[in-house]
């Protein structure tokens, strides 16, 4: 039987998904190589070689979907800001090497992006492995917050710390005969026909009416969410809620749950979840030291839904501001290195997790880690050619194209 063709295999993983969003999904992967590769987790685990020494490494509680711009910055339930991983909607008990392997290939495609050298690029990948070896090695997991940050991530931090509610309000809606509306812009917003407003409606009231003040919850506007690139086209909303006043509302961001894309690939037992969503919010507060405000699972029969405080999209870290300065994006990866080790460790010994024994026994052994770079940089040039593949046959597989 003949393999699929690359464009196959990609519409299959997409299929059901909203068509306007779709296509910017696509757009944005056909523009840019590391757009690709976050649009294609599922081509990345699918390509994984079943028989490996990779996978006789320990097993861990990973994101998934370990690349650059996962990590960001948020205000945790305590209302103090975080540098951290943000993105658990693949998040899988698999071994840690998948992990690794995932954000090492998003640092070589990264580059291209970027303008870093292939050397550079070596050294960055090095950079993150000791880190993330180092930690294992001591095995105490921390956390980075405004306080402890440097370089890069304590400027963004201090950014956000400046930011109000009433910034992000002022940036996401606009005030029609007194009351505040979200603002349909195309680029974060869409609009929402009217029964699948009511439906989410009624899913954040019944969410509301089990919370110590369910007027505070209370829905004002909803949209559909344009945000991401790997999940665009899935359900999600963008929901402003009463909270405290006109001036102090608050910005939910719902998003649907179908599942990791790791799951097929996965040989080892996973847990049984009550839904998807349980699967995420769990995992995110095992994995965060703080995890974000309202962040909770919402049932509606066997589909799933995550809920969350919206965070701003600029308050991600951009490393094209690196500005040609080696030494200030080294040391962000080596920040990333550490942060992936203590989710690894925080969730150590969690539900088949491997223990701290075994995480430190991991850190001090050195025979994994040029056979991983070696897959990534191997990796990597493969997703430059299905890049190329995807932009040929990107026009004539669109819906309503010439044949």
């Known amino acids: 039987?003949?393999?699929?063709?690359?464009?196959?295999?990609?519409?299959?993983?997409?299929?059901?998904?909203?068509?306007?969003?779709?296509?910017?999904?696509?757009?944005?992967?056909?523009?840019?190589?590391?757009?690709?590769?976050?649009g294609t987790c599922h081509l990345f685990y699918q390509d994984w070689p079943?028989?490996?020494?990779?996978?006789?490494?320990?097993?861990?509680?990973?994101?998934g979907d370990q690349h650059l711009e996962n990590f960001g910055s948020y205000k945790g339930d305590n209302r103090l800001s975080?540098?951290?991983?943000?993105?658990?909607?693949?998040?899988?008990?698999?071994?840690c090497t998948w992990d690794l392997a995932r954000f090492l290939c998003s640092l070589l495609v990264g580059a291209q992006t970027l303008g870093v050298e292939q050397a550079q690029a070596l050294k960055l990948c090095e950079a993150f492995m000791s880190s993330y070896t180092y930690e294992l090695t001591e095995c105490k997991p921390r956390w980075i917050e405004r306080s402890t940050a440097t370089g890069m991530i304590r400027y963004l931090l201090k950014n956000l710390k400046r930011r109000s509610r009433v910034?992000?309000?002022n940036e996401r809606t606009t005030i029609h005969h007194g009351e505040r509306r979200l603002k349909l812009d195309g680029i974060k917003t869409l609009p929402i026909n009217a029964e699948d407003k009511q439906r989410v409606i009624e899913l954040i009231d019944?969410?509301?009416?089990?919370?110590?003040?369910?007027?505070?919850?209370?829905?004002?506007?909803?949209?559909?969410?344009?945000?991401?690139?790997?999940?665009?086209?899935?359900?999600?909303?963008?929901?402003?809620?009463?909270?405290?006043?006109?001036?102090?509302?608050?910005?939910?961001?719902?998003?649907?749950?179908?599942?990791s894309a790791l799951s097929p690939y996965v040989t080892n037992a996973q847990p049984l979840w009550q839904s998807e969503a349980e699967r995420v919010v769990a995992l995110q507060h095992r994995s965060q030291a703080i995890s974000p405000a309202f962040l909770s699972v919402i049932n509606e029969g066997k589909r799933s839904y995550v809920l969350r405080e919206l965070m701003p999209q600029q308050d991600r870290l951009h490393l094209r501001h690196w500005n040609g300065k080696f030494q200030r994006?080294?040391?962000?990866?080596?920040?990333?290195?550490?942060?992936?080790?203590?989710?690894?460790?925080?969730t150590g010994g969690w539900k088949g997790?491997?223990?701290?024994?075994?995480?430190?026994?991991?850190?001090?052994?050195?025979?994994?880690?040029?056979?991983?770079?070696?897959y990534a940089l191997s990796y990597s040039r493969q997703v430059r050619l299905d890049w190329l593949s995807f932009k040929e046959d990107f026009g004539s597989n669109l819906p309503g194209a010439s044949d």
């Not at 079943?50 to 994101?63: D, G, T, Y």
């Not at 975080?82 to 071994?95: G, K, R, S, V």
């Not at 929901?239 to 749950?257: A, E, F, S």
């Open 1 to 38: 039987m003949q393999n699929p063709s690359l464009w196959a295999r990609i519409e299959a993983f997409n299929k059901g998904r909203d068509p306007e969003r779709l296509l910017l999904k696509y757009q944005a992967m056909q523009n840019d190589i590391f757009s690709f590769l976050r």
């Open 50 to 63: 079943q028989v490996s020494e990779l996978n006789q490494a320990p097993l861990a509680w990973i994101s």
């Open 82 to 95: 975080y540098f951290d991983l943000n993105d658990f909607d693949e998040a899988i008990l698999a071994p």
């Open 167 to 169: 910034d992000l309000l």
């Open 206 to 259: 019944r969410f509301a009416a089990r919370q110590e003040k369910p007027e505070f919850f209370h829905v004002v506007d909803v949209a559909r969410r344009i945000a991401g690139v790997g999940s665009l086209g899935l359900e999600r909303y963008v929901i402003m809620i009463q909270g405290k006043g006109t001036d102090n509302h608050y910005l939910l961001d719902l998003k649907y749950q179908p599942g």
């Open 329 to 346: 994006l080294q040391k962000v990866v080596q920040i990333m290195g550490k942060l992936v080790a203590w989710q690894h460790i925080r």
């Open 353 to 374: 997790s491997a223990i701290a024994d075994e995480w430190q026994s991991f850190g001090q052994k050195s025979d994994w880690q040029q056979p991983l770079l070696d």
